[in-house]
């Protein structure tokens, strides 16, 4: 049994007995009869006395299990802010680590590279990208100036029975970023959007970057990316970079198509 119901049940005694020994100082009072009158006016005193010791005892209680939670909460703050403060300055390490320029260098293909292929050049951007990024899947659509449709051309981690399905101008999201020619992330694709399998089974990401390969204000690719993490302000400048410097490339090889 607790200390408080002890308390409680020792306070509702207490105030028992002082209710019976005024009841039976208020009979005796009116037989006229003085000892017991007496005793149970001694009795009442000590009662009260006892009922109030007790009280006191369950109000300094009270106050220190106040202090105790108040404890409680200052070093629940202060945990999580040395949580923040650990979180912010992994943060700033890595945005000080991550250097655009650095990373636009290691992406693009070295000089010498099969650059007149046009599928070994995307899958080597998006391999290149995933080292650099994590991403988990990745898919780059080539514009075809004979049928003006985006059909696949490199692939990331990309495994289904069923190929990439082309699209045109302002269809679907990867055709929508086409047309308006401006990078669209989401944060929160719907479960089982983009599945990816590996041998610990199939996952599910939830973060998609979609990024316009634009040359002469006119889009002639599409680069998909998928990962577990958020792309951040600069991976989206490190794509942005990387999309404008495909474009040039991309074009020369679609002429010689």
Known sequence: MSQTKKNVIIGQLIFAFLTVSILVTIFAA???????????AIVSIVMSLGLLMLLLQVNKKFEENIQEVVRLKQRENNQLKKKQRIIDNIGQQHTEEFNVDEAFTRIMPAAGSDLNNIVAYTEQVLQNIAKEMEI????VFVLNDKDQLFHISGEYAYYSEDRPRSFSLGETLSGQVAKNRKILTIKELPEGYITV????????????????IVYNHKSIGIMELASFKPFGENEELLLRNVGESMA???NEIRNHL
């Open 197 to 212: 399998l590996s041998g610990l089974g199939k996952s599910h990401p939830r973060q998609l970057i979609i990024i316009p």
């Open 30 to 40: 009116q037989a006229e009869v003085m000892v017991m009158m007496f005793v149970c």
């Open 136 to 139: 988990v899947q990745g898919l």
């Open 248 to 250: 040039n490339l991309l």
